[in-house]
């Protein structure tokens, strides 16, 4: 079993910063994929971004403005989050796979979530 906890969400103004970290504990070694999701009042749940591997993927709504890392030393995913929007206001969760993370696939775990709201 994984465990995923999430850090760093808050309330921050558009145009500004943040940055989510999620940390795993746990079955480390059957992990191979991170990502994170998020979903908004009304929305379904949606990828924003995931490392497969050394391959990154980003939806198209924040390529450019996210970018997501991985220390795998340490079992830290993060999102940096650049120049946000009021539409990027959501819960983001941190996922994890141990085979890979796609848009419309199953993920084998999932964090609490955290919420992350953009004033505008």
């Known amino acids: 079993q994984v465990r995923l906890v999430e850090s760093g969400g808050g309330l921050v103004q558009a145009g500004g910063s943040l940055r989510l970290s999620c940390v795993a504990s746990?079955?480390?070694?059957?992990?191979?994929?991170m990502g994170w999701y998020r979903q908004a009042p009304g929305k379904q749940r949606e990828l924003v971004a995931a490392i497969n591997g050394g391959t990154t993927n980003y939806a198209e709504s924040v390529k450019g403005r996210f970018t997501i890392s991985r220390d795998i030393a340490n079992n830290w995913v993060y999102l940096r989050m650049n120049n946000l929007k009021s539409e990027d206001t959501a819960v983001y969760y941190c996922?994890?796979?141990?085979?890979?993370?796609?848009?419309?696939?199953?993920?084998?775990?999932w964090g609490r979530g955290t919420q992350v709201t953009v004033s505008s």
């Open positions: 746990g079955i480390i070694g059957s992990i191979n994929a």
């Open positions: 996922t994890a796979d141990r085979v890979r993370i796609t848009r419309g696939g199953g993920v084998d775990y």
